[in-house]
């Protein structure tokens, strides 16, 4: 089965649904195959249902077993979601939820036992291709099951299973949570040219463009990320004298990245509970 073949239903249409469903649409995924189920209707999702052609209702109503069916709510809404969602869920529906923290279990509880059910952690890349996916499948999930989520998953970018549900908290806190680290650092970055005089305008674009430069080099180059790093470091020069700063054991980087990772890992977990 390809991606164009797959009947899909999209239960929210918000940030990440609607970018995995953009990154769907432009690899292929037909419209006519597509629902989204989305109380709030948000207009720009209205929009996007005319100009490509997909069915966007506000409630799970006249849908039967589609192929997949994605949960894109906040897991803190699951608990009212799923129990609506029972009957379109068919015997051979693989049910993927992108939720940060809501576990297999609290599927089951209320879809069956015998539901379907993958755990998968995009970001938001996902909606222009760059996507980077890990997903756990459940007790059940067949490999031809398996097969149809790599192959949906791996549209948006790149995608691995993981072995076990645990793992999907830490893909959580490098990956699913990763993009907005780099987003911060470009902010971080221009706030810090400001503070060197540069105008914020100048600093904005010397930030965001070394952020996309620097992204764009690691996607198409195959040496690894130090080796890029190394690359501009002069011996002695000013990289050398900035990395001295980011690279130091107390205070630097390295440590407060640990810590802000443990943080997200710690609050998928909560969010389980
Ligand atoms: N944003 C990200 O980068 C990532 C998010 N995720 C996960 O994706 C999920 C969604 O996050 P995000 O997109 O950021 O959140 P959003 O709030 O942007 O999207 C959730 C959407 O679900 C809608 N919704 C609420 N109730 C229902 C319902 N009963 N049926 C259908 N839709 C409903 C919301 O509507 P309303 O706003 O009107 O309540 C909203 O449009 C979360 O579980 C999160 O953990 C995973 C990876 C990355
Ligand atoms: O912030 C969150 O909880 C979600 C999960 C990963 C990215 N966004």
């Not at 990440?16 to 709030?40: C, E, F, H, R």
């Not at 949960?71 to 993927?96: C, N």
């Not at 810090?192 to 992204?215: K, N």
């Not at 990320?225 to 002069?234: E, F, I, M, P, Y």
Request: proline share 5%.
């Amino acid at each position: 089965m390809t991606i164009g073949d797959i009947s899909l239903v999209l239960v929210g249409a918000g940030k990440m649904g609607g970018a995995m469903l953009s990154g769907w649409l432009d690899m292929g995924l037909n419209p006519a195959n597509v629902t989204v189920i989305d109380p709030g209707l948000p207009q720009e999702m209205n929009q996007l249902a005319e100009q490509k052609g997909f069915r966007f209702i506000a409630t799970p109503y006249g849908i039967v077993c589609p192929d997949v069916v994605v949960v894109a709510v906040k897991p803190q809404v699951m608990d009212k979601v799923l129990p609506t969602l029972k009957s379109l869920v068919g015997a051979s529906t693989v049910v993927i939820s992108v939720a940060a923290g809501t576990p297999v279990s609290a599927f089951k509880a209320h879809l069956g036992e015998e539901a379907l059910v993958v755990r998968a952690m995009p970001n938001t890349p996902a909606q222009v291709g760059r996507g980077m996916t890990a997903a756990f499948a459940s007790h059940g999930v067949t490999a031809s099951m398996r097969t149809l989520t790599a192959a949906l998953l791996s549209s948006m970018g790149m995608f691995v299973w993981v072995e076990s549900e645990g793992q999907i908290d830490a893909v959580t806190a490098i990956s699913g949570s990763g993009p907005a680290y780099v987003f911060h650092m470009v902010e971080a970055m221009a706030s810090a040219g400001e503070a060197l005089g540069l105008d914020a305008e100048t600093a904005g674009i010397l930030a965001r463009q070394t952020i996309v430069g620097a992204g764009e080099l690691l996607h198409q180059s195959a040496l690894p990320a130090a080796t890029l790093r190394k690359n501009v470091t002069s011996p002695g020069g000013t990289t050398a004298a900035a990395l001295n700063v980011l690279m130091a054991e107390q205070g630097g980087l390295g440590a407060l990245m640990e810590k802000a990772t443990a943080a997200a890992r710690d609050r998928s977990i909560e969010l389980s509970k």
